[in-house]
């Protein structure tokens, strides 16, 4: 009788991931905040997160300046799972579309944390994560934040994120090495176990010999438990 939950995961797992044989995508949204779950609570299911990114299938679009700068790709969706250690770290994994799985890990240097944070409260964290992703291509993706934030009020927390991320993809009609970096701004509600946080991300770097430049919205469902 266990076995059918454990099949019905690696579906969800294989059919996020099928649509990147054919296509490549880097993502861009943070989505995360200067607080971690505390050791009250079990994790964060983060069930449902609609995000833009830089779609690297794209051959891009000619500037003025003679550069070749890539587009926003299509919205992409993501789930994910964070487990809470202590009052201090937890740690967990993303699954998205056309980019590799993603395993993180966030540290919270200052403040309390989300299931004991208070009104007027600041806080203070840095996160890291890298995921791989194969098959007759070779993708690699690694992320770094570093977020602050302040609650105006008892279920209200707006943050920045100043972020950096690495990639490379070697697949059968394009190869290259991506390095991005840039700021996103968030705001997250919560209501008892739920909660949602929007993000608004600029973002700039290069893909190969293309360019990236812009700004990238992205939204999210929160289970907390």
Not at 29 to 42: F, I, K, M, Q, Y
Not at 71 to 86: A, D, E, H, I, K
Request: aromatic share 12%; hydrophobic share 45%.
């Amino acid at each position: 009788m266990r076995t059918r939950p454990r099949k019905s995961g690696w579906l969800i797992i294989a059919v996020l991931q099928l649509s990147a044989c054919s296509h490549y995508r880097m993502p861009v949204a943070v989505l995360d905040t200067p607080e971690v779950g505390g050791a009250d609570r079990v994790g964060r299911v983060e069930m449902l997160s609609i995000h833009s990114g830089v779609n690297l299938s794209d051959p891009g679009s000619l500037q003025k300046d003679g550069t070749t700068k890539l587009g926003m790709s299509v919205p992409l969706l993501m789930v994910g799972f964070t487990r809470s250690f202590s009052d201090k770290l937890e740690a967990g994994i993303r699954i998205q579309p056309s980019a590799p799985p993603v395993i993180r890990a966030k540290y919270q240097f200052v403040g309390l944390p989300e299931a004991k944070a208070e009104r007027r409260g600041f806080s203070l964290a840095a996160s890291a994560g890298g995921g791989l992703l194969f098959g007759n291509y070779f993708y690699i993706l690694g992320q770094a934040a570093l977020h602050g934030g302040y609650r105006i009020w008892q279920n209200h927390l707006f943050s920045l994120s100043p972020m950096f991320s690495f990639s490379s993809l070697s697949a059968d009609t394009f190869t290259g090495t991506g390095i991005l970096y840039g700021a996103a701004l968030g705001y997250q509600y919560d209501w008892a176990a739920l909660g949602w946080r929007i993000e608004c991300a600029y973002a700039r770097g290069t893909f190969a010999t293309s360019v990236i430049s812009g700004f990238y919205p992205s939204l999210m469902f929160i289970w907390k438990i």
